[in-house]
């Protein structure tokens, strides 16, 4: 469980890069699976310290739905390809990113890492983040316990006023091991909160660092692509 007195309660700025798989794209070869992780090599110099936890979303062509995955930045020392190692704490990416891309839905989720405090309707109360943001729902992670299909939860974000944090009531609509999607119903207007959350998380996605897959790639012949030495954590 998330220890509310050790968190950070501004909006800081969310670490977001963007990879574009292209149409020719084998993008299960670009993933490595160790031990329940998936790891991916990020073609581009990256900003973020070695162990970071960043957001990163992929893309393939001809769809609109992305993937939006949390995973640690492993930076290459003396390596010759310029790049970084992502590594994830989940296996079968490649599946959920094609899956993804058949899917439609109504908004965009936009990454987000804000610590929130959550009212059950029993009365239980919990702190955990929201990872990311739509304009009409949020995603619950790091839940200390499974929430229930159908339950009304009350969400406010940590250490700002009331005005300005209360995110409303809110159903749960999926539940996935330590995450929730969470869905708030329509009103004739929506929260402020809300709405300034979604803005903030916008801005921060059009300021993410982006790579698009190279027509080159030699993926496509069914070769792994161009890659940095794994690093140590994929060699144990």
Known sequence: MIDASKTKHALGP???VMYHFGPSANVALHFHEIEGRSLFFFPAELPHRD?????????????????L??????????????????????????AIIKNLAKTRRAQERLPIDVTASVRCADG?????????????????????FFLNVGEDLSI????????????????????????????FARTGSRRTSLVKLVEHAA???????????LDSCRC???????????????RR
């Open 14 to 16: 969310v670490a977001l």
């Open 51 to 67: 162990g970071q936890w960043i957001f990163v979303e992929f893309a393939v062509a001809g769809s609109d739905v992305p993937c």
């Open 69 to 94: 995955a949390r995973g640690r930045v492993r930076t290459q020392q003396g390596a010759n390809v310029v790049g970084s190692w992502l590594e994830f704490p989940m296996a079968g990416l490649p």
């Open 124 to 144: 239980a109360k919990l702190v955990c983040r929201i990872a990311d943001v739509s304009a009409e729902g949020l995603r619950l992670s790091g839940l200390p």
């Open 156 to 183: 406010e974000m940590v250490g700002m006023p009331r005005a300005q944090s209360d995110l409303g009531k809110g159903r749960v609509v999926w539940v996935r091991a330590q995450e929730a999607g969470i869905h």
């Open 203 to 213: 801005a921060a996605r059009s300021s993410a660092i982006q790579f698009a897959h």
């Open 220 to 234: 496509r012949n069914g070769e792994r692509p161009i890659e940095a030495p794994p690093p140590a954590i994929a």
